[in-house]
């Protein structure tokens, strides 16, 4: 079984504003939380999208301006690619599918990654 949302291991995070609302939003950094918010949509119009997790500086204290988001895709048909509007505004997106992941990484994901979307609801 996957690990993920260990949130001892991660800071609480101020929402930026009202508007945020999606799935553990409090774990993502203020600076990425507008980006997973626009993203919601596109998780919810792809049905083939079982689950999305953040991980890298997007839930880390020292996230910047100039940090991109990363982003784990979980997907029923592995030979779907996922489509995004998401981003649209040249913010830089580093889009991984968990099943096109090496080890070391999958595990880092599983460690330290955050869940922000789930359509079955089995990894809140």
Not at 20 to 25: S, T
Not at 59 to 79: G, P, Q
């Amino acid at each position: 079984m996957r690990k993920y949302n260990n949130f001892d291991l991660h800071f609480i995070f101020e929402r930026k504003n009202e508007e945020i609302c999606f799935l553990h939003a409090e774990y993502v950094h203020p600076l990425k939380q507008e980006l997973v918010q626009e993203f919601q949509q596109d998780f919810q119009r792809d049905r083939n999208v079982k689950a999305a997790i953040v991980f890298g500086s997007g839930v880390e204290f020292h996230c910047n301006s100039y940090s991109d988001l990363d982003l784990c895709i979980e997907r029923y048909a592995t030979d779907k690619p996922f489509h995004y509007e998401a981003a649209g505004n040249g913010e830089p997106v580093d889009l991984l599918y968990a099943d096109r992941i090496g080890e070391r990484l999958r595990n880092e994901i599983e460690e330290k990654g955050i869940v922000v979307y789930d359509r079955e609801g089995i990894y809140v």
